[in-house]
């Protein structure tokens, strides 16, 4: 997704532009995605989820897990992370995100209508679901600070929420619904999206890994492909996720990103039935999405930090079905349509890095947007597109900079 916006913003201001991807086109973190555009959501580092963390590190089915291993990289990262989960860091965050999530809204609107792009798009909201009456208090409290930076909140009691969504069980505590989100299919936004770049003169390099990044004399030459190819350029952007760190480093930069894995299991609706939800919930104790699409329910969430890989732990996709039970009052007799998983890039701090490698000129960062990679890759994309061909963003983004570690 980010990689993507990033190609559509620079060819659609003229800009020469190839993207390199090591795989197949949108089958990274993308293809997985929960689908839900969700500005003003807060980030990972709120202080209720440290609270939660300890209860639930070596818990194979919680929302958070981290099999035992020696990683002293992890180690550091989270007790950074441990150090941002509090109400003045949190605070920092919101001031951030919140006019960058507005603005990508607005791009998201814009882009739909003028690029007629075919990807489910819907301005629908989503509700966060509560079974408890102390997980909703917490929930109550977030959404305080949501509304402090101008983003609508609703609370509804149990019972209104069944009116709402009868798929729900009746035992639901409550639920605040965010209706400025909007829903939609992420594979298919991403191959959109890449189709309308290709159309400004984009060219896509897919199937080849990027080695290394060349620099001569303090300026970005172009970079090195697995084989030995070397393509030449005069700007960078390594909007390479979860992989990141591995490239920054040649370049005497060492991101704190952490891959943390995402799981979805998709269950088909049934033939000629009703969707089992009129829009996403996100089912707040345990932190997995339930996003209607075109033919089935995703389930999506969770967080493991394992390193980077993409073995599939079936413990990990029986949380989803497991969640979702215990809210939903069916999911259907039919064996899951999709399992899959994938890496987000997390940063310990609960901001993406987006802007120029110090010290080198034409290289630049976009990555560690963890779970809102789809919620801000327009923004994303454009600022990075300003980066390049303005030199500075329209916006002010300094706290995002990836000299700030």
């Known amino acids: 997704m980010i990689g993507v916006c990033c190609a559509y913003f620079l060819a659609r201001r003229g800009a020469s532009v190839t993207i390199v991807e090591?795989?197949?086109?949108?089958?990274?973190?993308?293809?997985?995605?929960?689908?839900?555009?969700?500005p003003g959501h807060t980030p990972l580092n709120t202080p209720t989820r440290k609270r939660r963390v300890l209860r639930q590190l070596l818990d194979p089915k919680s929302p958070l897990y981290i099999p035992p291993r020696w990683d002293p990289a992890l180690a550091r990262w989270l007790m950074t992370f441990r150090a941002h989960c509090t109400e003045e860091r949190l605070d920092t965050a919101m001031r951030v995100l919140s006019p960058l999530g507005r603005a990508s809204l607005d791009l998201f609107d814009e882009l739909v209508e003028t690029e007629r792009l075919e990807c489910e798009y819907r301005r629908t909201g989503y509700y966060e679901v509560c079974r408890t009456e102390g997980r909703l208090r917490d929930v109550r409290l977030e959404a305080r600070l949501v509304r402090r930076y101008g983003f609508s909140t609703d609370s509804i009691e149990g019972g209104a929420l069944q009116e709402r969504e009868p798929g729900l069980r009746a035992r639901m505590e409550g639920a605040l619904y965010y209706p400025e989100a909007a829903t939609c299919d992420p594979h298919r936004l991403v191959l959109e999206l890449a189709e309308r770049a290709r159309s400004h003169g984009a060219r896509f390099h897919t199937g080849t890994a990027v080695t290394g990044v060349r620099v001569r004399s303090g300026t970005a030459a172009g970079v090195d492909l697995h084989g030995g190819e070397i393509l030449e350029a005069d700007a960078v952007i390594l909007a390479t996720g979860a992989y990141s760190p591995g490239l920054t480093r040649g370049l005497g930069l060492r991101l704190p990103v952490q891959p943390g894995k995402g799981y979805h299991r998709d269950m088909p609706t049934e033939p000629g039935g009703e969707p089992l939800l009129g829009i996403t919930c996100v089912l707040s104790e345990t932190s997995v999405f339930c996003t209607p699409l075109e033919g089935f329910l995703r389930l999506a969430g969770t967080l493991e930090f394992s390193g980077?890989?993409?073995?599939?732990?079936?413990?990990?996709?029986?949380?989803?079905?497991?969640?979702?039970s215990l809210y939903l009052g069916g999911l259907g007799a039919g064996p899951p349509s999709s399992e899959w998983c994938g890496l987000r890039s997390c940063t310990p701090d609960g901001l993406p890095i987006v802007g120029p490698v110090p010290g080198i000129e034409g290289v630049f960062v976009a990555t560690g947007h963890a779970m809102m990679g789809l919620t801000l890759g327009p923004v994303t994309g454009r600022l990075v597109a300003e980066y390049v061909l303005d030199g500075r963003p329209s916006q002010n983004v300094e706290a995002l900079g990836a000299d700030r570690f």
């Open 22 to 38: 090591r795989g197949e086109l949108g089958a990274g973190a993308s293809f997985g995605n929960a689908g839900c555009i969700a």
């Open 308 to 324: 980077i890989n993409h073995d599939l732990r079936r413990a990990r996709l029986d949380q989803l079905t497991d969640s979702a």
